[in-house]
């Protein structure tokens, strides 16, 4: 008899995919890059609905459910932060993969709040920045250059930040905010090392965010980015790094800062729907619970 007869099969990983268009203090104008990618992950879902064969989407367009704010009055804007905390909430409350579609990096403090209130949780931030400016010109109120000085974490800082290329921020500033820190130098000169140190300070950790602010890529290699800055990293290493993470730690992947009106004929936003395609994809496979797998 086979040992596995009689067994159910694993239930497919649930995904919920939050549409967070909010571009306050900062990046104008993606709001609306949310608002596309969220589009075009609607679309995709839609050719698996009107696909009669079998395919690889079977992994997860079946369990994968969409959600949209709206910001269309003041009252809705002046709560942006307690409503992103109930959605993503409620996303890990039911166990559910968050993908969280924000507009500006700001966006996406609701989701930071959360994992900065579990000590087993953590966040693999991937940025051009280090989101900690405090020069002449820098407000001290939260805004979207600032507002990790404005999480507030259960013990240490569980905050691994690769891809930064800043030439202004004194490192005892960072290591004041951040657990570790890998340039965008270092991870391209020696990449195998530089997920290894990902792997050490992420090991201890229970669920892990993946933050990725799209201004980590290289302006050359991606166009739409509402702040650029030259001498970034590509697709394939970003990739690389999301899939180096184990699948069963990782509770959601945010993606913030995609500007529509700095993409060139479409082809940020192509890039970031297949990487959110690919990885809902592979998350599945890679569980082996997916139909495709």
Partial sequence: MSPHRGK??????????VVFPLDIFGS???????????????????????????TRALAWCPHTRMV??????????????????????????????????????LSVLPVLDLIANDPKAGVVQLDAHVDIHRFHDTVEELSHGNFLRHLHWD?????????????????????????EEISAEAWKAAEAAALARVAAATAEWDRILIDLDVDVFDPAFFPGMARPVPWGVDGWQ????????????????????????????????EMLAWLVERWLVGRAERSGTGEGA
Avoid: Q
């Fill in 8 to 17: 159910s099969k694993p239930k497919p990983p649930a995904n919920r995919v």
């Fill in 28 to 54: 104008p104008g993606t709001s609306e890059g949310a608002r596309h990618l969220g589009e075009a992950v609607r679309e995709i879902l839609a050719d698996f609905r009107r696909e009669t064969v079998p």
């Fill in 68 to 105: 949209e704010a709206a910001f269309d009055t003041t009252g809705e804007l002046s709560l942006w932060r307690s409503r992103g905390h109930r959605l993503a909430e409620k996303t890990f409350a039911k166990g559910e993969h968050l993908v969280w579609l924000g507009g500006n990096h």
């Fill in 155 to 179: 013990g240490p800082p569980r905050l691994v930040h690769l891809g930064n290329r800043d030439l202004l921020i004194p490192p005892e500033d960072k290591r004041r905010f951040l657990a």
């Fill in 238 to 269: 970003v990739l690389r790094l999301m899939e180096s993470l184990p699948p069963e730690k990782v509770a959601g992947l945010a993606i913030s800062e995609y500007c529509p009106a700095s993409d060139r004929e479409g082809r940020g936003l």
